[in-house]
């Protein structure tokens, strides 16, 4: 026996025996990275790629009517620190997102909570106020286009009661102020029918028991209402902040960025600078920007959920 062990070690034989490669476990993580495979080379493609991508452009000076590329390094971002615009840009995106963040979301809920009631004719208005985010953006906004106009739709309405409207689209006070209604009215269905799904998934027992506790409507909808449609409250902010940041084809219908600056957002200049005036390295600069301001954005929502959402904490 002990000369039979000496011949197979050596000789290199082991006494144990390896399993089979192909394991269940092996042939189901197969299948799983089979199954995520296309959705994975999606993002690699048209996500990732195009970031590192924009990434390298920004450190160009890309002159496609001259055909010259050369490496510039961070000449780019130097110059956007310098851009004597940038400030103009940044207030009028500013004040944009806050004013179609704060009226959507405000609006939304309003809805919901009105539709949400057992009242006749809700699943009509229900499909109105949705109705607007099935029309096609650029049809939406020519029309409103044509209403906003010195002598549009809306003027002749307010000149039937004896108010004298203003050109809605070239003051300066009033120009800002009209995109985002416009904005808000098209696309608040979204935010009203995640608001109403959350609304019905509140537990009426709830409210009952804050009742027979002597709680009025307002306690109830800070105390009950508002902490469970939290989760709610936190993704449809989240979409809307990155929609206010990426608003370009209204701005170039309605306004083109004007009068003077006051609708230029962030979008619409980056576009200038690469589309009309060619500056392509410079727009990738301020792509860079755009991205850096989103992820920044939505990363303070993230890490301030645990303050505020229900079950985060």
Aim: proline share 4%; no cysteine; aromatic share 12%.
């Amino acid at each position: 026996m002990a000369a039979t062990e000496i011949r197979d070690r050596v000789a290199g034989r082991t006494a144990t025996r390896r399993g089979p490669f192909w394991t269940i476990p092996r042939r189901d993580a197969l299948v799983g990275y089979l199954l995520i495979s296309p959705q994975l080379a999606g993002s690699v493609l048209f996500v990732l790629l195009p970031l590192a991508l924009v990434g390298w452009y920004s450190l160009q000076e890309w002159n496609v009517l001259a055909g010259t590329f050369d490496f510039v390094g961070g000449e780019n971002y130097a110059k956007l620190l310098a851009d004597p615009n940038m400030g103009e840009v940044l207030t009028s995106t500013t004040l944009f997102s806050i004013g179609l963040v704060v009226l959507n979301l405000a609006l939304a809920l309003l809805l919901a909570i009105l539709l949400n009631q057992k009242l006749a004719g809700t699943t009509f208005f229900r499909t109105l106020f949705f109705s607007p985010v099935l029309v096609s953006l650029v049809a939406w906004t020519i029309v409103w286009q044509f209403l906003l106009q010195g002598d549009g739709g809306i003027n002749g309405l307010l000149g039937a009661v004896g108010v004298d409207g203003p050109n809605w689209l070239r003051g300066d006070a009033t120009a800002l102020l009209s995109v985002v209604v416009v904005q808000v009215i098209k696309n608040v269905g979204l935010n009203m029918v995640l608001f109403l799904a959350a609304l019905q998934g509140v537990p009426r027992q709830l409210y009952e028991a804050a009742e027979l506790d002597g709680a009025n409507a307002w306690v109830r909808f800070l105390r009950i209402t508002m902490p469970l449609i939290s989760p709610t409250v936190l993704l449809t902010s989240i979409i809307t902040v990155v929609g206010s940041l990426q608003v370009f084809a209204q701005i170039a219908v309605l306004t083109q960025g004007g009068p003077g600056m006051s609708t230029t957002v962030l979008v619409y200049y980056l576009y200038q600078q690469a589309f009309q005036f060619r500056h392509f390295g410079y727009g990738a600069t301020l792509s860079v920007l755009l991205f850096l301001i989103v992820a920044a954005l939505t990363l303070v929502q993230w890490r301030m959920r645990r303050k505020w959402v229900f079950h985060e904490s």
